[in-house]
């Protein structure tokens, strides 16, 4: 089953270092999302793209925040100078172009924990 | 802001018996989802139905839909032990999935 991946699983940082994360999205998938989800909240939209275009990242938290996705296959998303605030779980999504933003296939997640 | 908000917050059951948990919305839409979260499998899409539906039916989940009042139900029958996980909302008002907080159920055996 080539689901969705992300890597890592779990990244524990200190405070002011910067952080990426990776999203392999199923094959044949052009649209990826990424989300953040806090403790007891729902995932909360940051970013999509198509293919490599970023459609929107209006909703990225602050300009720490940056995602791309060079060569329209996976993603990556940095933090820079992490914050207390940013530790949660990042997700990312995959789903077709055909499918529009509905039935997307999530991926298991990196959790961050910033000290 | 979080589109759609899930009642109960948490629901505690026994293995067999049926939850029921609700889901409210703001906007119009033109279809809502059930997600599921555990952290076995991280979160899984459930079903979706849309606006002109009343009620859906898969294996042993039910939703109904309510346009007017803008709210869905997720009912699960027969629950099993494996049921235990969180179940989100979620509704498409643009281009991203818009969740709920979840509701938090635990089927105890």
């Known amino acids: 089953d080539t689901g969705v991946s992300q890597d890592p699983r779990h990244k524990i940082t200190k405070r002011g270092q910067n952080v990426t994360f990776r999203c392999d999205p199923i094959?044949?998938?052009?649209?990826l999302y990424w989300y953040r989800q806090t403790l007891g909240q729902g995932p909360e939209f940051l970013t999509y793209f198509q293919n490599e275009a970023q459609l929107e990242k209006s909703r990225l938290l602050s300009d720490r925040f940056s995602a791309e996705r060079p060569k329209g296959s996976f993603s990556t998303l940095e933090i820079q100078r992490t914050e207390q605030g940013d530790s949660a779980m990042y997700l990312c999504?995959?789903?077709?172009?055909?499918?529009?933003?509905?039935?997307?296939?999530f991926g298991p997640g990196t959790r961050l924990t910033v000290l | 802001s979080q589109q759609g908000e899930e009642d109960p917050q948490a629901l505690s059951i026994q293995e067999g018996e049926n939850a029921t948990m609700n889901c409210s919305y703001k906007?119009?839409?033109?279809?809502l989802q059930w997600y599921r979260q555990n952290s076995g499998r991280g979160l899984v899409h459930l079903i979706l139905i849309r606006s002109n539906e009343r009620e859906k039916h898969s294996g042993r989940l039910r939703v109904t839909l309510d346009t007017s009042k803008k709210s869905s139900s997720l009912l699960i029958t027969a629950s099993r032990a494996a049921d235990t996980a969180s179940y989100f909302c979620a509704t498409v008002p643009g281009y991203a999935l818009n969740f709920g907080k979840g509701t938090s159920l635990l089927v105890t055996p």
């Open positions: 094959s044949e998938h052009n649209r």
């Open positions: 906007t119009s839409i033109n279809n």
């Open positions: 999504a995959s789903t077709t172009l055909d499918r529009g933003p509905d039935t997307q296939y």
